[in-house]
């Protein structure tokens, strides 16, 4: 699906968390597949998504500076360093759960 398509189902299926962070946790899946060079969000592109989770939590790992950096020259390291980016990884597992 495209991005487009992905927000139209995400949100909504993030508003069921009641975190009231739906919008950013979308952003900041989009962000990440960015990226990660990914232009739509399948299964595939989904996986690639989710591998990259053990990666996200730890300050010191490559991929965790590198994504940082990359967030950082766009002015949005904040979804990151505050861990929207790490939140919104179990609700993606669950949203492409869902759509399998």
Do not use: W
């Not at 968390?17 to 592109?45: M, P, Q, R, T, V």
């Not at 002015?75 to 759960?97: C, E, M, T, W």
């Amino acid at each position: 699906m495209t991005f487009n398509e992905f927000k139209d189902s995400f949100i909504p299926f993030c508003e069921t968390s009641k975190s009231g962070k739906a919008h950013s946790y979308y952003n900041a899946i989009i962000y990440l597949a960015k990226f990660l060079n990914i232009d739509k969000i399948n299964y595939e592109n989904s996986l690639i998504i989710l591998e990259k989770e053990k990666h996200i939590k730890d300050k010191n790992n490559r991929f965790y500076r590198e994504f940082l950096n990359y967030l950082s020259l766009r002015k949005q390291s904040s979804y990151l360093k505050n861990g929207f980016v790490r939140a919104s990884l179990p609700l993606f597992h669950d949203f492409i759960k869902q759509q399998k």
